[in-house]
């Protein structure tokens, strides 16, 4: 492991080794391992791997879990207690991320909310990414393959009438509509899966959307982790990605937690406890035992006894909490049979003792199906006894039954930003820069912009003040926009904006890329003035046409891209990108795999080459520069061989030797 000597116990499968390592795992690390059956017969086979603690390869909970997010803000979202970050045009880094690699289970989860379409969330460089498509549906997709969110839903407009093949009849018709959006600015619980048998899931707000089986699993290459984008406007919160997969309960377990629907939400019932007058325990566990009301089965139940004696009502049964929580209603679910209940009192207790019982509701129940008894203000108290006084079944008023007995929290719920997500949209998305400052503000549209703004950014704002804005904004803004003045070409001093991208990730001033990696680039210009007039590139001194392949293998060093823009109003803008190209070890390795597979190597040259390759990363890690110098040379040498009985071809020989010869001259 590493390089050392680790322990390694066969498992009573003799298929499973646990290896335990010798010293603490690293970010990245290297397992060679030999392999000796009984016959004597070996393999070897070496194996990189990333260390992932807790699970996470990524997570946002702080700000300092982003490399660049100091000047992240955020706002408080008080009914689901979230802090949710403003992600707003830029790309963010995480700290401490731990790329997934291989054909590993992951999942993706975090809250988000947004009024936007065409945006990247969260993406891991040409591995998976998750975003929103221009109908504001969740795209999820690993390698080449895409999971989208659109669900359609068929409800009945009217049912079929008349006889059916006589001119009378008219059948059934229905309205199909599409759900589920998530840029409708409410929060939305976001889960994104790929499970361990190749399965890709999507989960919205507690709930399967989607899902596509993937026979041949793409294996994920190892690429950086980032948040948002240039287009990105979103509010983010507990971004968890991790190297295992998520299930359903799981999921539905999170969005109920945020409490955003109103209505009733079923309390955990770990830790409770079942008491009744009387049980049958001589049928088997599904019939009889008091505790059946606490497993979450309705095909088991409690039933008071009938084999040997026949106790009739009054009955009672007793829910015991491990601790006094507020409590707005108790449901009852029948058996649907002999035992269920009708007359009633439900009472509370802080002793369970005689005479301390106090009640707080009473009445008569339906024959079966369940009944929530509902809660005038909130109770809190540690014992709750459903005291029965008549009950259904044959003969009357002897047995009594239940299914399920669960108590429940009332929630108040969150207000619905839907109606306000499109005037929000539409209004943050008007360029400005093309009216004057003057009309800006004497129209109106400064201070409607304003207001939309603090309404839908504020996830707490009141369900009165997003229907004001809503009301104000449809009634002022069509004239609000015939109120603007557009600026002249004479106006416009400014020159367009440039955004490059290299592989799908933003260039910055500068930035590095391994050799083993083949690149494109492509950007975006913008002019807000008068308009775009022509867009051109050059990599290293020559014409770059945008989205070509460049193959950087054995080309250490540093490289130029430069992109100029001019607007039409004759304004320019030249940025220049330089992009150190490296290598490594590890980067050979991979590109000696390529030739393999490419047949640009023969015989067992591959497997030579990796082999001095693995032990110069080995000094590598260790940073013993006299030692990688030394294997380097060794290398050298054996190119050399392998080149001269045409193992290898002149071009792959080049292309190695450039790399041997760069690390040789980094490490001296």
Not at 254 to 267: A, V
Not at 513 to 537: C, H, I, M, R, Y
Not at 626 to 651: A, F, P, Q, Y
Request: proline content about 3%; overall charge negative.
């Amino acid at each position: 492991m590493n390089g050392q000597a680790a322990e390694g116990d066969i498992q009573a499968d003799y298929r499973t080794v646990l290896v335990t390592s010798p010293e603490p795992l690293q970010e990245e690390n290297m397992l060679d391992i030999l392999v000796e059956n009984i016959w004597g017969d070996a393999a070897q086979i070496t194996k990189d791997f990333l260390y992932h603690e807790d699970r996470y390869a990524a997570k946002l909970f702080k700000k300092k879990d982003l490399v660049n997010g100091d000047d992240l803000n955020s706002v408080h979202f008080d009914v689901p207690d979230l802090d949710l970050f403003n992600i707003e045009n830029k790309t963010y880094k995480f700290a401490d991320q731990a790329p997934l690699t291989g054909k590993t289970d992951f999942s993706i989860s975090l809250k988000l909310r947004t009024a936007k379409e065409n945006q990247t969330i969260l993406e891991q460089e040409c591995a998976y990414s998750l975003a929103i498509d221009e109908n504001g549906y969740l795209n999820f997709t690993v390698g080449d393959v895409t999971v989208n969110s659109k669900s359609r839903v068929t409800t009945v407009d009217e049912k079929a009438s008349g006889t059916f093949g006589t001119e009378e009849y008219q059948p059934t018709t229905t309205n199909q509509t599409e759900k589920v959006k998530v840029n409708d600015g409410n929060l939305h619980d976001v889960k994104a899966v790929r499970e361990a048998n190749g399965l890709l899931k999507i989960y919205v707000d507690g709930k399967l959307l989607a899902s596509k089986y993937v026979k041949n699993e793409f294996s994920l290459p190892k690429g950086e982790i980032t948040l948002g984008g240039e287009e990105t406007t979103m509010q983010a919160a507990e971004v968890e990605i991790k190297n295992k997969s998520i299930p359903y309960d799981e999921a539905q377990k999170s969005f109920e937690e945020l409490k955003l629907i109103e209505g009733y939400r079923s309390l955990d019932r770990t830790g409770y406890k079942a008491y009744a007058d009387s049980e049958e325990l001589n049928t088997g566990n599904y019939e009889g035992p008091v505790e059946n009301v606490l497993d979450g089965d309705k095909s088991t139940w409690w039933h008071t006894q009938y084999i040997g004696s026949r106790p009739t009502v009054p009955h009672w049964i007793t829910i015991e909490m491990p601790e006094v929580k507020p409590v707005d209603a108790y449901k009852y679910v029948s058996r649907n049979g002999n035992g269920d209940v009708k007359s009633y009192k439900l009472q509370i207790s802080d002793t369970n003792k005689d005479g301390s019982w106090t009640t707080i509701k009473s009445g008569i129940m339906k024959d079966s199906g369940s009944t929530l008894i509902e809660f005038d203000e909130p109770v809190e108290a540690k014992y709750y006894r459903l005291y029965i006084t008549e009950t259904y079944g044959n003969p009357l008023d002897t047995f009594a039954a239940a299914a399920e007995i669960k108590l429940y929290e009332k929630i108040e719920g969150t207000s619905d930003f839907s109606e306000l997500a499109q005037p929000y949209e539409e209004i943050t998305s008007i360029n400005e820069a093309i009216y004057t400052d003057e009309s800006l503000e004497n129209s109106g549209f400064n201070a409607l912009k304003e207001q939309i703004k603090k309404v839908f950014r504020n996830p707490n704002s009141t369900q009165q003040k997003i229907d004001e804005a809503v009301l104000y904004f449809n009634k002022n803004y069509e004239a609000i926009l015939d109120k603007l003045v557009k600026k002249s070409d004479e106006d416009d001093d400014t020159p367009p904006a440039i955004n490059a991208v290299m592989n799908g990730k933003k260039l910055d001033e500068k930035i590095s890329v391994p050799d083993s990696e083949t690149v494109q680039f492509s950007w975006k210009a913008k002019d807000k003035g008068s308009g775009l007039a022509n867009v051109s590139a050059e990599f290293d001194g020559e014409t770059y046409k945008e989205g070509s392949s460049i193959n950087l293998a054995g080309k250490p060093g540093e490289h130029k891209l430069v992109v100029t823009a001019e607007d039409k109003a004759g304004n320019t803008r030249k940025e220049t990108y330089k992009i150190q190209v490296t290598t490594s070890a590890s980067d050979m390795k991979k590109l000696v795999e390529q030739y393999e597979k490419n047949e640009e190597i023969k015989g067992d040259a591959a497997h030579k080459l990796s082999l001095q390759l693995i032990t110069v990363r080995i000094f590598e890690k260790e940073d013993a520069a006299d030692k990688v110098i030394k294997h380097l040379n060794g290398l050298n040498v054996l190119m050399g061989r392998l080149k001269k009985d045409d193992s290898i071809t002149e071009e792959v020989y080049k292309t190695l030797q450039a790399d041997v010869d760069y690390l040789i001259n980094k490490y001296q």
